[in-house]
Nanobody
Framework: QVQLVESGGGLVQAGGSLRLSCAVSGRTLSSYAMGWFRQAPGKEREFVAGISRSDINTYYGDSVKGRFTISRDNAANTLYLQMNSLKPEDTAIYYC??????????????????????WGQGTQVTVSS
């Protein structure tokens, strides 16, 4: 059974940066396409970023393009999300997720929560104005 554990969240001022990490255990990270989602109070879970197994393909939600960068270190079994130029509207619980779907299917559905099979417990990010 794979386990995902996020870390790196916290309180930051607008314009600041944070780097989130997602440690994967139970199976090697290279087995999965990965994604980051976020959920603010009273809102649906929103796609933030996704990365293919091969690290070649990355995708971003419109609201974070140019500010956030997803990356993976398969040797360290860790997924990252570098968040720069943070805004108050980025405040949310951030979740990492793993998908066992093949690339053809995942690349068509990477933005959807049901494209992922395993989820972490989330880490809170709060951006003050």
């Amino acid at each position: 059974q794979v386990q995902l554990v996020e870390s790196g969240g916290g309180l930051v001022q607008a314009g600041g940066s944070l780097r989130l990490s997602c440690a994967v255990s139970g199976r090697t990270l290279s087995s999965y396409a990965m994604g980051w989602f976020r959920q603010a109070p009273g809102k649906e879970r929103e796609f933030v970023a996704g990365i293919s197994r091969s690290d070649i393909n990355t995708y971003y939600g419109d609201s974070v393009k140019g500010r956030f960068t997803i990356s993976r270190d398969n040797a360290a079994n860790t997924l990252y999300l570098q968040m720069n130029s943070l805004k108050p509207e980025d405040t949310a619980i951030y979740y990492c997720a793993a998908s066992i779907k093949n690339f053809l299917l995942w690349s068509r559905t990477y933005y959807a929560t049901n494209a992922y099979d395993y989820w972490g417990q989330g880490t809170q990010v709060t951006v003050s104005s």
